[in-house]
């Protein structure tokens, strides 16, 4: 008899090995799951008042970004290898560091969502597997994510939660609290998903809480209840991909 308990014992606790999975195999499932494990690609798509364009190789990346202001075009471009710089009419304008600052943050804000989940692998990134959620009936792995101080950026202190779909290996939401300009809570729902040349692209519907700052962990049951508040439509368009 005691053996027979010994051996069910080890058959739970293979079982329970066979079926663990790290946060690191969850990010890159995902990741691949959503076309980012691809490279050597150029990518234009339209945000708000902007134009913008990601370019991949090897290790290699730029951004940029483009619009009209007073009849003027203006553009800021960056890359893995050269810090930002402001050209209005094609040409160099000298920018403060401050205002580099400002606008480096502003592009790498908008390049970070667009290319989630493929930034969760960056050097800065901190990620802790929280376990599985349930959200609509649909299971989650869900991810926290925060960053270092050194290389974290300005908003090093944010905290972020990603829920990513465990049958298919998707975000379809995520969260963070924020303490810039004030700061408070965003919850996100990926709509829209579109498949073009092995990337799936979504837009996003972002909600906030009642109050300013609540637990993330929390926003799906708020979410659930209905009790979250419309912020605003999130869109990328005419996104093309050359390859």
């Known amino acids: 008899m005691?053996?027979?308990?010994?051996?069910?014992?080890?058959?739970?606790?293979?079982?329970?090995?066979?079926?663990?999975?790290?946060?690191?195999?969850?990010?890159?499932?995902?990741?691949?799951?959503?076309?980012?494990?691809?490279?050597?690609?150029?990518?234009?798509?339209?945000?708000?008042?902007?134009?913008?364009e990601l370019k991949r190789k090897n290790k290699f990346y730029s951004f940029q970004r483009t619009t009209k202001k007073?009849?003027?075009?203006?553009?800021?471009?960056?890359?893995?290898?050269?810090?930002?710089?402001?050209?209005i009419n094609n040409k160099s304008v000298e920018l403060s560091d401050s205002m580099t600052n400002v606008f480096s943050n502003s592009l790498n804000s908008v390049m970070y969502f667009f290319q989630l989940p493929r930034p969760l692998k960056d050097q800065a990134v901190i990620t802790k597997y929280l376990g599985l959620a349930k959200i609509f009936n649909e299971k989650y792995w869900t991810i926290k994510v925060t960053f270092k101080e050194n290389g974290g950026g300005k908003d090093y202190q944010d905290e972020f939660r990603y829920w990513?779909?465990?049958?298919?290996?998707?975000?379809?939401?995520?969260?963070?609290?924020?303490?810039?300009?004030?700061?408070?809570?965003?919850?996100r729902q990926a709509v829209n998903k579109q498949l073009n040349q092995g990337f799936i692209f979504q837009d996003y519907i972002n909600f906030k809480p009642n109050v300013k700052f609540v637990s993330l962990d929390s926003l799906p049951i708020l979410f659930e209840a209905g009790n979250l508040i419309k912020v605003s439509n999130i869109k990328n368009k005419n996104i093309r991909v050359s390859k």
């Open 2 to 52: 005691k053996k027979k308990i010994i051996l069910l014992f080890l058959i739970l606790v293979s079982c329970s090995n066979s079926s663990h999975i790290s946060t690191s195999q969850i990010i890159n499932k995902s990741i691949k799951a959503h076309g980012w494990d691809q490279e050597d690609f150029s990518i234009v798509f339209d945000f708000r008042d902007y134009q913008y």
């Open 164 to 187: 990513i779909n465990i049958n298919n290996g998707q975000i379809d939401y995520l969260a963070y609290n924020y303490l810039t300009e004030g700061g408070g809570t965003r919850f």
């Open 70 to 87: 007073e009849g003027n075009v203006v553009k800021d471009l960056m890359s893995s290898k050269k810090k930002l710089k402001r050209f």
